[in-house]
């Protein structure tokens, strides 16, 4: 059973960086990561996300220009790079994983799914 093990949330001014990780504890075959995030009372969105065959990344237009996502294969670990966060921002984010996801940004594309890591940032 895969599973995904998130780490670097945490509490942030304003204007402040982030960079959360996430890696899958099992060998096993993904194209596709995703990174997704909920606020209280809003609806899961998909922030980033990256096609590791050919690298292509995907961002919400909430995010572009701030964030950055990438990956590295041998440790089976997806990395966001969250520079400029705001008050906005604040949420639970989750990692996801599959195979060939048409719509990236698309949580219901995703299969696996990491148990979510708190980003709080304060104005």
């Known amino acids: 059973l895969v599973q995904l093990v998130e780490s670097g949330g945490g509490s942030v001014q304003a204007g402040g960086s982030l960079t959360l990780s996430c890696t899958a504890t099992?060998?096993?075959?993904?194209?596709?990561w995703g990174w997704f995030r909920q606020a209280p009372g809003k609806e899961r969105e998909g922030v980033a996300g990256?096609?590791?065959?050919?690298?292509?990344?995907y961002y919400s237009d909430s995010v572009k220009g701030r964030f950055a996502i990438s990956q590295d294969s041998a440790k089976k670990t997806v990395y966001l790079q969250m520079n400029g966060l705001k008050p906005d921002d604040t949420a639970m984010y989750y990692c996801?994983?599959?195979?060939?996801?048409?719509?990236?940004?698309?949580?219901?594309?995703?299969?696996?799914w990491g148990q979510g890591t708190p980003v709080t940032v304060s104005s």
């Open positions: 996801a994983a599959g195979r060939y996801i048409a719509t990236v940004l698309e949580s219901l594309e995703y299969d696996v």
């Open positions: 099992v060998d096993t075959y993904i194209t596709n």
């Open positions: 990256i096609y590791i065959l050919d690298s292509s990344v």
